[in-house]
């Protein structure tokens, strides 16, 4: 017994600084999921194939607890794992369900509203044979953010599933090409010119963030939660839209997705404002970890929130500000302890609005344990914000998310539409410009390369982006 007790005790392993924040009292963080599939769910398939692959992962089969040995310290403690019960699977009865799509909105705002038990692993998973709009079948999971950001996540489905087309490979994703310069003096002179850019650039970002922790708010709209609150009820729905009208706007006005969906949000929320409030809404620069300025006003040129997007992502793409922040954060949480790191952190989320991230998910259709799917979203549950905005990549598709406070947003789905209608609205703009060649492009973007949706962070952040909104008008840029 005693050689099991100090077993136990030398592979106890410490949480990293961001996961000990997200299991701090005061600062509740998880990651709700939702993946569509073609078929009718296999609930035995599911968990044989989690036993082979998820458990495997120590984060899945071990437990925080605060190791009094280590000044009260969270710790991983490993601990026996069974599968089922881990994995739900609800009896419907599918006569009382006259409207599927709002059935699973609301079953996946209960999930993400229930806090989960902290005494056994973070994780579960819910199989749900009922067929809405998009799916066959739903799988719905929760995650404790502790566990990984986004890209983590995304990086477990992989191992999780197999290409349709070629059922014994793994999904792949787009690869990053690397520009090789020249060794003429105008490639020095290039070089040096970007470290001035880069350190400048930074040394402003990083004044910004800072009146932003001390005394700057955003302006004052009905997106914002009241100041002091907690984390409230959230409302969880999503919305699909065509990669390729996405991808028709970046090839056109030659820029980056993550620049046309943050110029969709900004155009959206926009039209949100405008459409609800009129002209008792306050229009004007919000200031929305990357701490970044959301284009919130009317504008005639639908076009204008686009580029404006661009120009906020091009600085925030040569800045350190997002590696600084972290290094700052891990520094904090040394030096002053958990209550420090939570303090300084819940004050970015009050002065800020909402939450904006991204995730590229697989470029080609994909099963999960032998299930073909059609769609995934997420959603990053985090912070008193009453807005959570993430895009997710799947195949040809990108999966509008949104988390919402209905006490702050009574009418989500009013908004989730001006997101759509905002992308339409801006393809539109470019077809009456004549700012494309409809045959020589239009044509070529189902096989353009995918090198997309890829988080515009520094390497070393939690993954997410503050705006007007941590991980996002100000807000806050994170991976989920």
């Known amino acids: 017994?005693?050689?099991?007790?100090?077993?136990?005790?030398?592979?106890?392993e410490l949480l990293s600084p961001v996961s000990r924040l997200f299991v701090s009292p005061g600062f509740y963080g998880a990651i709700v999921f939702t993946l569509g599939f073609k078929t009718r769910c296999n609930s035995s398939a599911i968990v044989e194939g989690i036993k082979n692959t998820w458990i495997k992962l120590p984060r899945f089969s071990s437990k925080v607890v605060m190791d009094d040995k280590k000044n009260g310290e969270a710790v991983w403690v490993p601990v026996n794992v069974r599968v089922e019960?881990?994995?739900?699977?609800?009896?419907?009865?599918?006569f009382d369900i006259t409207n599927p799509d709002q059935f699973i909105e609301d079953y996946t705002s209960n999930i993400a509203n229930t806090t989960m038990d902290m005494s056994r692993p973070l994780w579960e998973f819910h199989v749900l044979n009922i067929k809405t709009s998009n799916a066959e079948s739903l799988g719905i999971g929760k995650f404790h953010h502790s566990l990984g950001d986004g890209m983590s996540l995304m990086s477990?489905?992989?191992?999780s599933s197999r290409k349709i087309s070629d059922p014994n490979a793994l999904p792949t994703t787009a690869t990053t090409r690397k520009q090789v310069g020249s060794n003429d003096n105008r490639w020095l002179v290039a070089r040096f010119w970007l470290m001035i850019r880069v350190i400048f650039t930074t040394f402003i970002e990083l004044f910004k963030s800072l009146l932003t922790l001390c005394f700057m708010r955003d302006t004052k709209t009905p997106l914002m939660g009241k100041p002091g609150d907690r984390n409230g009820p959230r409302k969880i729905i999503h919305r699909i839209v065509s990669f390729d009208d996405v991808k028709f706007v970046k090839n056109t006005m030659k820029m980056?997705?993550?620049?046309?969906?943050l110029g969709i949000t900004q155009a959206g929320l926009s039209r949100y404002l405008r459409k609800k409030y009129g002209s008792k809404c306050r229009w004007g620069n919000f200031i929305g970890v990357v701490i970044f300025p959301l284009w919130i006003r009317s504008e005639d040129d639908p076009l204008e929130y686009v580029r404006r997007a661009k120009a906020t992502m091009d600085k925030k793409k040569i800045s350190m500000e997002a590696l600084v922040l972290y290094g700052f954060i891990k520094f904090t949480m040394k030096i002053f302890g958990g209550k420090a790191v939570e303090a300084i952190t819940k004050r970015v989320f009050s002065h800020t609005t909402l939450t904006f991230s991204n995730v590229l998910g697989p470029n080609e259709d994909i099963s999960f344990f032998e299930h073909p799917m059609c769609y995934v979203g997420a959603s990053a549950l985090i912070g008193p914000q009453a807005l959570i905005i993430h895009y997710v990549s799947y195949a040809d598709k990108i999966i509008i998310n949104l988390a919402v406070d209905t006490t702050v947003i009574p009418d989500p789905h009013l908004l989730c539409d001006n997101l759509?209608?905002?992308?339409?609205i801006i393809k539109l703009s470019l077809l009456e410009k004549g700012l494309h060649k409809m045959e020589k492009l239009y044509k070529g973007l189902c096989t353009v390369a995918v090198q997309e949706l890829h988080h515009e962070v520094k390497p070393g952040t939690s993954g997410d982006v503050f705006g007007c909104g941590q991980f996002a008008p100000s807000g806050i840029l994170m991976h989920l």
């Open 1 to 12: 017994m005693a050689r099991e007790k100090q077993a136990e005790i030398t592979i106890m």
């Open 85 to 94: 019960d881990h994995v739900f699977v609800p009896d419907i009865d599918h």
């Open 156 to 159: 477990l489905l992989y191992a």
């Open 256 to 261: 980056k997705v993550n620049d046309v969906l």
């Open 420 to 424: 759509v209608e905002s992308l339409e």
